[in-house]
């Protein structure tokens, strides 16, 4: 079954090609003098000035400590502190109120994706409420849930809840018509039409959601073992650090803040960027 | 291979509340295996009527039958072609053109074997894993043609399926079109704005006027193929259909549409 | 929602005087179902509420009545409590977000420009911006005092990265096509910058001042919670630890409100500034 094509042979458009497969294997050299280091010159500035600073006793180092020493008590931290295992019940709590909150938010989004009826009666409320500044919810949940663990899980769900379900809504509600026409052409059922059509069109947006909770669930479990203070957390240990004057400990867990915040991005844009190859991110 | 037949269709909008004449008495009979085109100026209601026929809209006057039995809602005998290629970005090629075999009846196997066999068809092999971002327009409307027909219907609908195309890509595909459609004998009915394109590919050629949509007239093109456009019967042919057009339509302003409720700005 | 919005409509003659009232009728039936549809699940929350108060189904010190929390707010209102804790709290985030305004445009001025101040800056500043403001406040802390400082300074960072990143993409993001319209009719780099430059990077200027302001005061409210001794966040703080939920209660509603305000206060100054974009982003 073949045929002459009078149309010129067909091209794919093709993404740009990561060009790194087909350059020399980089040595270490190579890849110093390649980076570009001027995004080094403020940060060393400060630290020298830093350093100097407490080095020649301009500062009080009972405020202000010197950077050796944060080093030094960051070290401690990670062999003989308590740091792992307050990462770990940050991150548990994270990933717990993470799951519960997505679920929930997804559940909501995809309810009010699918009826125009739960839109008019649900969306109006829901919008007044998200109004609420989040943090302001920590008095009452703490007087509903106690100190504890239920508490902070509840509050980080809280703020994943919000993400996922304003997303999910507006994905799924924004699914193109026209694509569903094409599943009622061929015949689809309901459970085709959305296994089909529905979800993997609004999937990206369903990831944006998921990302942006992703973010905010960490903020979140930060926020509550700074308020619900109890049992362990990144979050516990700044908050002592700053209560013992301990600026190491304090430093030491702003970078693990921020680095686990980093890393859950990094691991979102990935998982974002699989799932959804089929988007042209090159255009 | 089906017969089918318009009696007294017609269609009405309401448009602000207001009843609106889209499609009145349509009266069309097309044979099994026949190409029929359609043309009109936009707004004639010419895609109204594919929208009717293949089943996306049950409200309207009259029958449509097809062998003699009405129709009703959509139906995998009756395909359809859209001008907008309506692949689904986040499927590959073949499982673009496998969606129409969703619900059949074929087991894996042969599903795959139909695919590759139409993907062939179309001149598209090599392309089955390419998803339609990394597609021409061009090869998306042929991937569009092969998921049309893939599940053999009766009828294939064609909404002016090259209308996006430029006039190189549109002339190569309105010969591969001529050529499937004699390889295959489906009767297909082609919707579209271009004269040329219906003299070049029907045996009968239906000219629609607007305001209410209604047939004009309809004009036999008794040409053999390969057809030339060049060929004074032709040119003809295109000219005599031509001539049925009126002035071109009164410039209008787009209306937007009103922004959706819930435009949300995330608080936090 | 018919599938008919799909097609061209054909092009109609003018509607006469009536059926345009009928619209409009139409309309206001329309919206007033929508308003009756939308109050019925927050009066059903209310009545159950009140119920559950009412009959003892939940305790006072978890559950204040809704009349309770309704005549604390309206005694914070006469008072004048609630007017100058609120005066407090506003009053920070303004400062706060004057110094991310001057902060961010500057440096995302510089920054979408020249290369240079990209390679230099934006490393240290994505590392800032990367570590949310939370923890930043125990340092903050430590380094400058609980004071007003820190506040500010808690919500200027908050406030600045958005208006940052936001300023030098929409300078980055010019579109080159409307760039060479300008070179094709030789505007002089006044009309450059009045004609081109600005307007069309005005949107992402504006989403900047938008995402800012709803952080500053999001962080305001945080940072009030966790170390402050007035404003409208110290006042549930307050309310919490002397068991007054109906305080916190109306507290929350407030910043309900005020989060209502700004964001009402950005939709109808994006609407204005930026008639000409209809797709809302």
Redesign the interface.
């Given at each position: 079954?073949?045929?002459p094509?009078?149309?010129t042979d067909?091209?794919?458009?093709?993404?740009e090609v990561p060009s790194d497969k087909h350059v020399q294997p980089p040595a270490l050299w190579r890849w110093l003098s390649q980076r570009?280091w001027?995004?080094?010159?403020?940060?060393l500035a400060v630290l020298a000035l830093w350093w100097a600073v407490t080095r020649f006793g301009l500062a009080n180092t009972q405020?202000?400590a010197p950077p050796e020493a944060v080093l030094v008590e960051g070290l401690h931290q990670i062999f003989n502190g308590g740091f792992v295992w307050d990462l770990l019940a940050s991150v548990s709590r994270d990933l717990a109120g993470f799951t519960l909150g997505g679920l929930a938010g997804f559940a909501l989004g995809t309810l009010l994706g699918t009826s125009?009826?739960a839109?008019?009666?649900?969306?109006?409320?829901f919008?007044?409420?998200?109004?609420?500044?989040?943090?302001?919810?920590?008095?009452?949940i703490?007087?509903?849930f106690g100190m504890g663990e239920p508490a902070k899980v509840v509050f980080i769900a809280l703020?994943a809840f919000?993400?996922v379900a304003?997303n999910t809504?507006?994905g799924i509600?924004s699914v193109n018509?026209?694509?569903a026409?094409?599943?009622?052409?061929?015949?689809?059922?309901r459970l085709?039409l959305w296994r089909?059509?529905i979800l993997?069109?609004a999937?990206p947006q369903i990831f944006t959601g998921l990302h942006?909770a992703l973010i905010?669930a960490?903020?979140a479990t930060?926020?509550a073992e700074?308020?619900l203070k109890s049992g362990y957390g990144v979050?516990n240990s700044?908050?002592d650090?700053?209560e013992h004057?301990n600026?190491g400990s304090?430093?030491f867990?702003?970078?693990v803040?921020?680095s686990i915040?980093?890393l859950l991005n990094q691991f979102a844009v990935r998982l974002e960027h699989r799932a959804?190859?089929?988007?042209?991110r090159a255009? | 291979m089906s017969t089918l037949s318009l009696n007294h269709v017609g269609k009405q909008y309401s448009v602000k509340g207001e009843q609106l004449d889209v499609l009145d008495d349509i009266n069309l009979h097309i044979q099994p295996g026949e190409f029929v085109a359609i043309v009109g100026s936009s707004g004639c209601g010419k895609s109204t009527l594919l929208r009717l026929v293949i089943g996306l809209d049950d409200d309207y006057r009259g029958q449509i039958r097809i062998d003699g039995e009405k129709i009703s809602g959509t139906s995998l005998d009756r395909g359809i072609v859209f001008q907008e290629h309506r692949l689904f970005p986040w499927l590959t090629v073949e499982q673009n053109v496998g969606l129409a075999l969703e619900n059949s009846p074929l087991s894996n196997d042969e599903k795959k074997r139909t695919i590759a066999g139409h993907l062939d068809l179309v001149g598209l092999k090599g392309f089955e894993t390419a998803y339609p971002y990394q597609l021409s327009g061009g090869m998306s409307q042929r991937v569009a043609i092969a998921r049309g027909l893939v599940n053999r219907p009766g009828v294939l609908l064609l909404d002016e399926p090259f209308g996006a195309l430029d006039a190189l890509t549109r002339a190569n595909l309105q010969a591969e079109l001529r050529r499937i459609w004699e390889q295959e004998g489906i009767t297909m009915i082609l919707v579209t704005h271009d004269v040329e394109e219906a003299t070049f590919l029907a045996d009968r050629i239906v000219v629609l006027q607007p305001r209410p949509g209604r047939i004009k007239r309809v004009v036999p093109v008794p040409l053999p193929h390969p057809r030339n456009r060049a060929d004074p019967a032709f040119v003809a042919i295109k000219d005599d259909v031509l001539s049925e057009f009126g002035h071109a339509p009164r410039p209008q302003l787009i209306e937007p549409l009103p922004r959706p409720f819930g435009d949300y700005v995330f608080a936090w | 929602m018919s599938l008919t919005e799909t097609l061209p409509v054909p092009a109609l003659a003018a509607p006469a005087a009536t059926p345009r009232l009928a619209q409009a009728l139409a309309g206001l039936r329309s919206r007033v179902w929508r308003g009756a549809l939308a109050l019925i699940l927050p009066l059903a929350v209310l009545a159950l509420w009140h119920a559950a108060t009412l009959n003892g189904w939940v305790a006072q010190q978890i559950l204040p009545a809704p009349a309770l929390v309704w005549t604390t707010l309206l005694d914070l209102w006469h008072s004048g409590e609630l007017w100058t804790n609120l005066a407090i709290s506003l009053t920070r985030v303004a400062w706060g977000f004057s110094a991310a305004l001057v902060i961010g445009l500057a440096l995302g001025v510089a920054m979408g420009l020249s290369k240079t101040a990209e390679a230099y800056l934006y490393p240290s500043f994505k590392a800032i911006s990367e570590v949310p403001v939370l923890g930043w406040i125990p340092l903050l802390i430590m380094l400058v005092g609980i004071g007003e400082a820190m506040k500010i300074l808690v919500i200027a960072k908050a406030a600045a990265v958005p208006i940052t990143i936001n300023t030098q993409q929409g300078i980055r993001n010019i579109p080159q096509p409307y760039l060479e319209v300008a070179r094709v009719y030789r505007f002089n780099p006044r009309q450059l910058w009045l004609k081109v430059i600005f307007p069309s990077t005005l949107p992402s200027l504006f989403n900047g001042f938008r995402y800012g302001l709803t952080n500053a005061w999001l962080s305001l409210v945080t940072v009030e919670l966790l170390a402050s001794s007035e404003g409208i966040g110290y006042q549930m703080v307050w309310g919490r630890q002397l068991f007054q939920l109906d305080v916190v209660m109306a507290c929350m509603l407030v910043i309900g409100l005020v989060g209502l305000a700004i964001d009402l206060f950005l939709q109808i100054t994006e609407t204005r500034l930026l008639r000409w974009r209809r797709a809302a982003f």
């Open positions: 079954m073949t045929y094509i009078p149309e067909p091209v794919l458009v093709r993404d570009d001027r995004g080094f010159a403020l940060p405020v202000l125009r009826l839109e008019l009666l649900v969306a109006p409320s919008n007044a409420v998200k109004q609420i500044a989040l943090f302001a919810w920590i008095p009452m703490s007087v509903w703020a919000y993400p304003i809504f507006e509600r018509r026209d694509y026409e094409v599943a009622r052409v061929y015949g689809f059922g085709q089909r059509v993997p069109a999937s942006l905010y960490w903020l930060i926020g700074y308020f979050g700044m908050i650090g700053r004057f600026m304090v430093l867990g702003l970078v803040v921020g915040g980093a959804l190859k089929w988007r042209n255009a | - | -």
